[in-house]
């Protein structure tokens, strides 16, 4: 039942990354400072803002699981979160080859967002070990939604923070996505944007999909093993 | 139903009472903290501090130290069958929150107490930064304390104890170690306390406080749930 729509979407996401993909290749301009390199633009800026976003959906699916105790929302809060931290990992590394080509090292300090996403990424990574530690599963899921929400509370105050350690004179490369930059080089950002929006929305939807049919089968399979017993009806994905 | 005033002294005097009787946290988080000024000391090969370094082993030792209180926070409650009491009591159960973060509180300022004035002698050229910088540890210990009781709380109910509590704080803590270091720097100068955006960072602190004291009281209800 979460497979519906799925191959719709898968094939939405692929016809979005190929317009994209081609639209930064052929459409959009050469930036004059940085040249080629600043294609990773439209990889890592749409990375990061849909992981960002993905933790704070994360955190409202929790609060949707606090109120409504529904183990639904728990995995949906726990998917959403799952496919965030990878797409953290295309950000950091996406991040670090741009830092590597325009500022000549792998790694800065002193570009408050990356290290922000770098701080928050590492918060979300504790969020394995936090949940798996905890045995019993409706407490397992309960904590995990409190992770969640305090975690999201979290993501805005950290950026705060993070940029004003910085020297306020620092000069933002990339401050304004949107205001500095051209309609042909907004477009194609925009286009990227999209389906970097519907890699996740597909992403997530398919490992739904994949949990609650084991966890389907999970159930079956017990009920063959304890004959005489019927087969639940509880639809939620289990997340194990 | 009880008052939530008096459920919050009565719970809070039982904390102090129980630490006072088996001294379990106190004297650790002390001793920790002194035996890291030592460890700084050797591992700098500094035997005076000034600026972003003081500021740093001193808040990195602060918070080290918290940990261990905060590691120990609901270990009672939880083996002596105190969250049941809590249940059964009728009491609103953010009181527990409250109190507990209190708790924190009043550990993390004895812990100070002792290991400020101790930097101090042991780094610091004068103790004219002393005064001012006990507003950046208040609210500093506020921050901590509603964060460590929350994640304490969760944490005790776990397997993995006291691998949890450093391991989720720790970024949590990020923003707080940030602002409160960014207080202390000047602080800490050479030729006298400055002030160079202490009145910023101590709004940082403040909303940072704000933020997780609401966080906290609001989830907290869920945690006791059983």
């Known amino acids: 039942m979460y497979g519906k729509g ?15 993909f081609s639209l930064v290749f052929f459409y959009a301009p050469l930036e004059a400072d940085q040249g080629f390199i600043q294609k ?16 704070i959906v994360g955190g409202i699916f929790a609060i949707a699981h606090l109120r409504t105790d529904n183990p639904k929302w728990d995995a949906y809060s726990y998917v959403a979160i ?11 590394i996406t991040g670090a080859i741009w830092a590597k080509a325009s500022w000549g090292h792998w790694w800065v300090w002193d570009e408050p967002t990356l290290v922000s996403f770098l701080i928050v990424f590492l918060l979300y990574c504790t969020y394995y070990p936090f949940r798996y530690a905890i045995e019993d599963r409706d407490r ?16 805005p105050l950290n950026f705060l923070a ?34 970097v929006a519907l890699l996740w929305v597909t992403l997530v939807k398919f490992e739904l999909t994949a949990k609650s049919a084991s966890g389907q089968l999970k159930r079956l399979r017990r009920a063959l093993d304890a004959p005489g017993r019927a087969p639940s009806s509880r639809i939620a994905p289990e997340v194990s | 139903m009880t008052p939530s005033r008096v459920a919050f002294a009565a719970i809070l005097a039982k904390d102090l009472r129980s630490e006072l009787r088996t001294l379990q946290s106190l004297p650790a988080m002390a001793l920790f903290a002194v035996t890291t000024f030592i460890i700084f000391r050797f591992g700098l090969d500094r035997t005076s501090l000034s600026g972003s370094l003081a500021s740093g082993v001193l808040w990195a030792t ?19 069958g105190g969250f049941d009491a809590i249940r059964l009591a009728p009491i609103d159960r953010s009181v527990l929150f409250a109190a507990k973060a209190a708790a924190l509180i009043i550990y993390l300022a004895a812990l100070e107490l002792v290991a400020v004035p101790i930097f101090a002698l042991f780094f610091l050229d004068s103790v004219a930064a002393l005064g001012p910088l006990v507003s950046v540890l208040l609210l500093a210990d506020l921050g901590l304390a509603v964060v460590g009781t929350l994640i304490s709380s969760m944490a005790v109910n776990s397997r993995a104890r006291d691998l949890l509590v450093p ?14 270091s960014g207080a202390t720097e000047p602080l800490l100068v ?21 933020i997780f004291a609401l966080v906290g009281w609001a989830v907290f209800d869920f945690l006791l749930e059983d």
């Not at chain 1, 800026?45 to 933790?55: H, K, Q």
């Not at chain 2, 391991?167 to 409160?180: E, N």
């Open chain 1, 6 to 20: 799925l191959r719709p979407l898968s094939i939405a996401t692929v016809v979005a990354f190929a317009v994209g």
């Open chain 1, 82 to 92: 799952h496919i965030s931290v990878i797409f953290g990992v295309g950000v950091l």
């Open chain 2, 62 to 80: 602060l918070l080290f130290a918290a940990v261990l209180g905060i590691n120990r926070l609901f270990v009672a409650e939880r083996e002596e």
């Open chain 2, 167 to 180: 391991l989720v704080l720790l970024p949590l803590v990020v923003p707080l170690m940030i602002a409160a």
């Open chain 1, 40 to 55: 990773i633009f439209y990889l890592h800026v749409p990375l990061a803002s849909t992981a960002l976003i993905g933790f």
């Open chain 2, 190 to 210: 050479v030729g006298g306390p400055g002030y160079h955006r202490f009145g910023t960072w101590l709004m940082v602190l403040g909303l940072y406080d704000l």
């Open chain 1, 140 to 155: 397992q899921a309960r904590y995990a939604s409190v992770f969640a929400v305090t975690a999201g509370a979290f993501v």
């Open chain 1, 162 to 195: 993070v940029r004003m350690a910085q020297s306020l004179v620092h000069p933002r490369v990339f401050a304004t996505s949107e205001g500095g930059l051209p309609g042909s080089m907004l477009l194609t950002f925009l286009v990227c944007w999209a389906a």
